[in-house]
């Protein structure tokens, strides 16, 4: 938080909590999950998505900052006369369909860089929206969930680990890939899906899981900016699946795959299951 330039984590949160606001009467209701168009992502926008988008753009104009705001349904925009200072990456809701299902596990994504790219992201937040709870991070100074320093596993019993696995891969025709998640599947006693990228990358910070996989090449950059701060801040480690380091120019169509462990020992265990021959 000290040091930062005109308390950028308390605007980042006030985003964030104008989300919660906008969202939590949303939950459940059908509503809410109406597509109203499609994003700069290339998915189906739904009216909470955009209630959560605007929720965040309105703070950011009134807070009379200047920067580019890269989110997921408006795309890029710029605000204010030297947009180029800091850019704003944004998923204003993960988990829509289990926001508008009324499963509990939804939330806001919000980092900041100085040129977007992973290697520039600075600060970062994700709010659980529906318990409340606030992860945050800033580059070279920790993690944190609420007021408590937060540090990833040190778990390496791969068999007895809780590992998050992204299993969506509907229309995937990749066998390759569908043999590997069986490799990873049938490996750990506790697989966990829960349906919210950047959240189970804040699960991964906090150690409430040991690691979390999706190798589908599916998951949007501007969803997992916020959770890859914090995880690594928190200590974790996170490559690509053939253990390169995570760099992409983040843009509303960057798609990456990932491999997220709470520690190093566990995370090649992990890239040994899945790119060994057979
Ligand atoms: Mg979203």
Redesign the pocket.
Known sequence: MDGCEFSLFDLLEKCALKVREAVIPLLGETLASKPVGRGAGGDLTKII?LKAEQAIMNELKEAGISCTIIS?EAGIVRIGASPDRFYVVT????G?TNATHGIPFAATSIAVATKPFFSHLTAAVVLDLVHNVLYRAERGKGAYRNDERIRSSQNDDIVNSVLGVDVNIYKALDGKLREKLGRILSITKHPRYFGANALELCFVAAGVSDGFVDLRRKLRAL?IAGGYLIAKEAGAIITTPDGKEIEAEITPQTRIALVAAGNKRLHKKILEILNREK
């Open positions: 998505d997921e998923d204003p809701l993960d829509t969803d």
